[in-house]
């Protein structure tokens, strides 16, 4: 009987689903496909992401040749120096560079792609 009633429950909880501000039913996990759809992606976020692109192509065509530093990476890529981290950063969270060896002076880590 009890686990007659938490089946229920749990088959309660599967079949839930959202419902916009107009009240219009989406299903659990499609809410942002919807939104998409009816909203459209904004310029902005396009044009941010046409920017991430291009910067991350530009590191990973410096890290092509060899591993380098943040200030290695930076003055190949014409980037600032904290633009260059918050971009690799980004880039070694999503797997596409890793964290190498501390350069000879122990002073700096170097970064490479990750193959």
Known sequence: MISNMKEEKTEEKTNLSYYTAEGVPVEKGKTAKYLREKQGIPERVKENLK???????????????????????SEKTGLSGPDTLFYLTSLVKYGIVK???????????TYKLNK
């Open 51 to 73: 920017e991430y692109n291009q910067i991350k192509r530009k590191i990973t065509e410096a890290l092509k040749e060899n591993d380098l530093t943040v200030a290695q990476i």
């Open 99 to 109: 964290v190498g060896e501390i350069d000879d002076m122990d002073e700096y880590f």
